[in-house]
């Protein structure tokens, strides 16, 4: 299954081991998800990662990108973007081009503006909650 996670998804997957969200970490693991990700979407993870409130040292940063960039494919976004109906926070666009230019079948997050946008995409947009029983059924 093909995907686009957002920021804080993969964040909690890769920073709480025993959190709520450590089976995706291991479905990706178990090539159960594809991961996709784009430049903009990498740098973004990268930025978050820098936040003082991580307290990650460099190594650390490393050692998590390196437990998920391996396992995702990049996908290349053209420039113009593709016109979609546009999120309404406009940071949270590129996420939405990632799932459509990376032919994804889910876009999977917990963010409210992306979740507000669940009209126009019913069977892209799911919870983390949604991908597992998708998953499991």
Same mark, same amino acid.
């Given at each position: 299954?093909? =995907? =686009?996670?957002?920021?804080?998804?993969?964040?909690?997957?890769?920073?709480?081991? @025993?959190?709520?969200?450590?089976?995706?970490? $291991? &479905?990706?693991?178990? +090539? +159960?998800?594809? #991961?996709? =990700?784009?430049?903009?979407?990498?740098?973004?993870?990268?930025? =978050?990662?820098?936040? #003082?409130?991580?307290?990650?040292?460099?190594?650390? +940063?490393?050692?998590?990108? &390196? !437990?998920?960039? /391996?396992?995702?494919?990049?996908?290349?976004? #053209? !420039? /113009?973007? /593709?016109?979609? #109906?546009?999120?309404?926070?406009?940071?949270?666009?590129?996420?939405?081009?990632?799932? $459509?230019?990376?032919? &994804?079948? @889910?876009?999977?997050?917990?963010? @409210?503006?992306?979740? &507000?946008?669940?009209?126009?995409? /019913?069977?892209?947009?799911?919870?983390?909650?949604?991908?597992?029983? +998708?998953?499991?059924?």
């Amino acid at each position: 299954m093909r =995907v =686009v996670l957002d920021t804080n998804i993969i964040l909690s997957a890769l920073l709480f081991d @025993a959190g709520r969200l450590a089976w995706v970490r $291991h &479905a990706w693991q178990r +090539q +159960q998800l594809q #991961p996709l =990700v784009c430049k903009a979407t990498a740098n973004e993870l990268l930025r =978050v990662f820098a936040y #003082p409130k991580f307290k990650l040292t460099e190594a650390e +940063q490393q050692d998590l990108l &390196a !437990d998920f960039l /391996p396992y995702a494919e990049v996908v290349e976004l #053209p !420039d /113009p973007w /593709p016109e979609l #109906p546009v999120c309404r926070d406009k940071h949270d666009q590129v996420f939405l081009v990632l799932a $459509h230019v990376g032919t &994804a079948d @889910a876009l999977v997050t917990g963010d @409210a503006d992306l979740l &507000a946008m669940r009209g126009r995409y /019913p069977e892209l947009i799911l919870t983390a909650e949604e991908l597992r029983e +998708q998953l499991e059924a």
